[in-house]
């Protein structure tokens, strides 16, 4: 089974594929703004299972979608590529850098992605608190939901007007296929890539200058991390100009 896919661009030898992979509760259509920026280069959005036009899709776990999004690329024909993925998508291409990928990956950028949780404890703690937001995505309205979701910690950089405007354009997403994504691929079910990671010949990561927890966490990496001004852990919606700029200095250097 392969993802739903958009292509965009003509197949090229001389520059590898931009394989985009979003996060929790988006599609591949919202990289549309950067992706406007690299009109020269070969693209690739992905839409993840139960987002976008993957949402009738389920997976059990990370080498299962890791398996899909490698015949996803075989599919469309990739043979060069960067994964480039915000949050759960970066957690998506740093599993399968680490796990999947053959010689063929040139390189990975992540945006706010965990590497994973090292401990037992920290793991049963995160599953309870998705098993949570898994009860609370099948159970209530969405908006209300959502309203909940973009109160945490992690965007707090948001106002009132941008948040609205993030639940709007995800109030149309299946909440029962969130649900199940989101136990799936919860960072407790994540493998502890941190040591793996650290291995990859060609990582990066751009962070937000407001979102202060992901650039501890890329920091410990000690791959190189690039900070994008006035954003916080959506930086690539925040700050698509700077955002782009980042990006291809890292494809390019």
Known sequence: ???HARWQGAHCDNRPTLVWLHGFLGSGQEWQPIQDLFSGWPQLSVDLPGHGGSRAQRVEGFAELSARLGATLQSHRVKRYWLIGY???GRVALYHACR???ASLTGVITEGAHFGLATAAERAQRLASDRHWAARFRQQPLV?????????PVFADLNQAQRAALIALR????PQALAAMLLSTSLARQPYLLPESQRLARLHS??????LKFQRLAARS????TLIPAAGHNAHRASPQAFAAALMQKITA
Not at 206 to 211: F, P, R, T, V
Not at 222 to 225: D, E, I, Q, R, Y
Request: net charge negative.
């Open 1 to 3: 089974m392969i993802l």
């Open 87 to 89: 949050s759960l998508g």
């Open 100 to 102: 999947s990928a053959d």
């Open 144 to 152: 209300e939901t959502l309203e909940q979701w973009y109160r945490q």
């Open 171 to 174: 109030a149309d997403n299946d």
């Open 206 to 211: 751009l962070c937000g200058e407001y979102d």
């Open 222 to 225: 000690g791959a190189p991390l």
